[in-house]
C-alpha cells in the first residue's frame, strides 16, 4: 500500500471517529444527530449543558427500531457510552422541559462524540493488563490498523452494492426503452392502418 494512501487513510478515520457539536437549545424542543455504525463498535460521548433555572434538558440513544441504549433525564455534564450489536442508524437526542410558569431560555448544549478506536480507554487497559507504554501504543497501532481494514473493507462492499444497483438500473432503462420503442411503433402501425380504412371508406384513396 502506498504510503501517502495509509497516513491519508489513518487522519481520516481519526478525524471521522471524532465529533464535537455545539447549539442552542430552544425550550420545549429536541435535536437529534443520526449516524450510520457497524456492528461492534464502541460509541462515546461526553455532554454539556449550560444551567438555566426551572427548564430540564434529557438524553436518550436508540436505534432505528425505536431500542434505547442509554437513556438519562435533568443532565448538566456527563458521559454515555455504548456498543452496537449490528449495522445500524443511530441518534441521540436532547430534549428540553420547561414548565408553563417559565417562559424559558436557549439552552447551549456541546456534545463530543468518539467511536471505535479513539473510544478506547487504553491508559485504563494498560493497567489493568499492566502494559508498558511502548505496549499500550502498539496495541493502539494495531486497533488502529485493523480499523482502516474494516473501513476498506465497507468501502468495497458499498462500490459492490452501487455497482450493482447502477447496472441493474442500466437495465432496466434499456429494457423500458425497448418496451415504449415497441408500444410506439405498435401505435404508429395502427395509427396509419386505421386512417387507411378510414381514407377508403371516405373513398378519398382506393
Same mark, same amino acid.
Given at each position: 500500500?502506498?504510503?501517502? %494512501?495509509?497516513?491519508?487513510? =489513518? ?8 465529533? #464535537? ?13 443520526? /449516524?450510520? &455504525? ?11 449543558? $449550560? ?16 431500542? =434505547?441504549? +442509554?437513556?438519562?433525564? *435533568?443532565? $448538566?455534564?456527563?458521559? !454515555? ?8 442508524? !443511530?441518534?441521540?437526542?436532547?430534549? #428540553?422541559?420547561? $414548565? ?9 448544549? #456541546? %456534545? ?10 487504553? /491508559? ?6 499492566? &502494559? ?5 501504543? &502498539? ?5 488502529? +490498523?485493523?480499523?482502516?481494514?474494516? *473501513?476498506? $473493507? ?12 447502477? /447496472? +441493474?438500473?442500466?437495465?432496466?432503462? &434499456?429494457? @423500458?426503452?425497448? @418496451? +415504449?420503442?415497441?408500444? %410506439? ?12 380504412? @378510414? @381514407? ?7
Amino acid at each position: 500500500m502506498d504510503l501517502n %494512501l495509509l497516513i491519508f487513510s =489513518i487522519v481520516a478515520i481519526l478525524a471521522t471517529n471524532v465529533c #464535537s457539536i455545539m447549539w442552542n437549545l430552544h425550550p420545549n424542543t429536541q435535536k437529534c444527530l443520526k /449516524e450510520e &455504525l457497524q456492528s461492534n463498535v464502541l460509541v462515546t460521548g461526553d455532554y454539556e449543558v $449550560s444551567d438555566a433555572p426551572g427548564q430540564k434538558v434529557d438524553y436518550i440513544v436508540k436505534d432505528s427500531v425505536g431500542h =434505547i441504549l +442509554s437513556q438519562k433525564d *435533568d443532565i $448538566s455534564k456527563g458521559k !454515555f457510552s455504548f456498543v452496537t450489536e449490528t449495522y445500524d442508524t !443511530f441518534e441521540v437526542c436532547f430534549i #428540553s422541559r420547561v $414548565s408553563q410558569q417559565h417562559r424559558g431560555i436557549s439552552q447551549e448544549v #456541546s %456534545l463530543v462524540t468518539k467511536r471505535g478506536v479513539e473510544a478506547k480507554n487504553y /491508559e485504563g487497559l494498560g493497567e489493568a493488563a499492566k &502494559l508498558k507504554p511502548l505496549e499500550v501504543e &502498539l496495541k493502539r497501532l494495531e486497533d488502529l +490498523s485493523d480499523a482502516i481494514v474494516q *473501513d476498506f $473493507s465497507t468501502m468495497r462492499k458499498r462500490e459492490e452494492e452501487m455497482r450493482d444497483t447502477n /447496472e +441493474s438500473t442500466n437495465s432496466r432503462v &434499456l429494457y @423500458f426503452s425497448i @418496451f +415504449s420503442m415497441c408500444c %410506439l411503433l405498435g401505435l404508429a402501425t395502427w395509427q396509419v392502418l386505421y386512417l387507411r380504412r @378510414f @381514407f377508403k371508406a371516405k373513398k378519398l384513396i382506393e
